[in-house]
C-alpha cells in the first residue's frame, strides 16, 4: 500500500519529521505551500496564525501534481497552531474530500508545548472520522533534534509499516505514538510514604492557638514595624540631603 505524506511546515519542524517518516517507509511526501506564506517572524506570526485558525480559514496553496488514486494511506503532519492543525490542512482537504473518504489516514503533530491532542482531535473531526490509523505527537523536531525525538519519529514510522502488514490480515491497527511528552510510568514517579509526614491533629492546632500570646505578638509586630519605618526615613533623609547639595 503506497502512502503519501501531505504537510504544511512554517519553520522546518514538520518537514524534519514528514521528511525522516518517508525516508524510513519509503512514502512520498507533499508539501503544502501557501501561495501568500504566513509572516513567520515576531509577534505578528502569532497573531497572524492564530486568527487564520479562528477565522478557519482555507488560505490559496501553491499549485501542487499529486494522484491521490496512487495512495492507500495518507498521513498528514501538521504544527499546532493555537491548539489546533494549521489552516493549510484545511485547505487540502476541502479539495480532495471525496477521494480521501476511501483512504486510510494517521497524523502527526508538531508542538512547542501543548495542544496537540486538541488540534488532533479537530482534524479528527473535519475529516469525520473515529481515529487515525497511527497518530504522533512530537515536540520541535527540527529545532531541538533530540535522540528521543528521532526515535518517537522512527517509532511512528514503524507503525506505519506495521499497519500495512495488519491491512493484509484485514486487522485495523491504532496505535498512538508520543514523543517527549511521553508519560512517565506511576511507579517511576516518586512517592511520599504517610509515615514520613509530620500528623498534626486539630487538637494540636487549637491547643497552639489557645496559648497564643498575643499581647507578645503585637508588642514584637510593633517594634518590627517602628525599626523599618525608622530605617526607612534615616536612608531618605540622607538621599535628599545629597541631592539638596548637589543642587547647591
Ligand atoms: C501561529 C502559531 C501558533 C502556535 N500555537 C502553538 C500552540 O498552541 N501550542 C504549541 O505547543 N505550539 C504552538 N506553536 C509552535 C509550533 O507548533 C511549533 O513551533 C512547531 O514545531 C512548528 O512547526 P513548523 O516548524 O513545522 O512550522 C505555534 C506557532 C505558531 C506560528
Redesign the pocket.
Known amino acids: 500500500m503506497k502512502t503519501l505524506i501531505v504537510?504544511?511546515?512554517?519553520?522546518?519542524?514538520?518537514?524534519?519529521?514528514a521528511e525522516r517518516i518517508a525516508a524510513r517507509i519509503g512514502a512520498d511526501t507533499l508539501r503544502l505551500v501557501p501561495t501568500k506564506e504566513?509572516r513567520?517572524k515576531g509577534l505578528k506570526?502569532?497573531?497572524?496564525?492564530?486568527k487564520?485558525?479562528l477565522l478557519a480559514e482555507k488560505p490559496p496553496l501553491e499549485e501542487y501534481d499529486v494522484d491521490l488514486s496512487r495512495y492507500g494511506h495518507i498521513v498528514f503532519?501538521?504544527?499546532?497552531?493555537?491548539?489546533?492543525f494549521?489552516p493549510p490542512l484545511r485547505t487540502f482537504i476541502a479539495a480532495h474530500r471525496g477521494k480521501l473518504r476511501r483512504k486510510q489516514v494517521s497524523a502527526f503533530?508538531?508542538?512547542?508545548?501543548?495542544?496537540?491532542e486538541k488540534?488532533l482531535k479537530a482534524l479528527r473531526k473535519l475529516l469525520r472520522i473515529e481515529a487515525f490509523e497511527v497518530e504522533g505527537v512530537?515536540?520541535?523536531?527540527?529545532?531541538k533534534k533530540a535522540k528521543e525525538t528521532d526515535a518517537a519519529i522512527d517509532e511512528f514510522g514503524d507503525a506505519l509499516i506495521e499497519l500495512g502488514a495488519g491491512n493484509r490480515t484485514g486487522q485495523p491497527l491504532h496505535r498512538r505514538v508520543r514523543a517527549a511528552v511521553r508519560p512517565v510510568s506511576r511507579d517511576k514517579l516518586p512517592t511520599i510514604s504517610k509515615d514520613k509526614l509530620p500528623s498534626v491533629s486539630r487538637e494540636d492546632v487549637r491547643k497552639y492557638f489557645s496559648n497564643w500570646n498575643y499581647r507578645k505578638h503585637a508588642k514584637f509586630c510593633t517594634a518590627l514595624y517602628l525599626s523599618l519605618y525608622a530605617i526607612d526615613m534615616t536612608v531618605s533623609y540622607f538621599i535628599c540631603k545629597k541631592m539638596l547639595d548637589k543642587l547647591d
Open positions: 504537510y504544511y511546515s512554517m519553520s522546518g519542524n514538520t518537514a524534519y519529521a504566513y513567520n506570526k502569532f497573531l497572524q496564525g492564530g487564520s485558525v503532519g501538521f504544527p499546532v497552531w493555537a491548539a489546533s494549521a503533530a508538531c508542538q512547542k508545548s501543548s495542544g496537540a488540534a512530537f515536540i520541535e523536531p527540527g529545532r
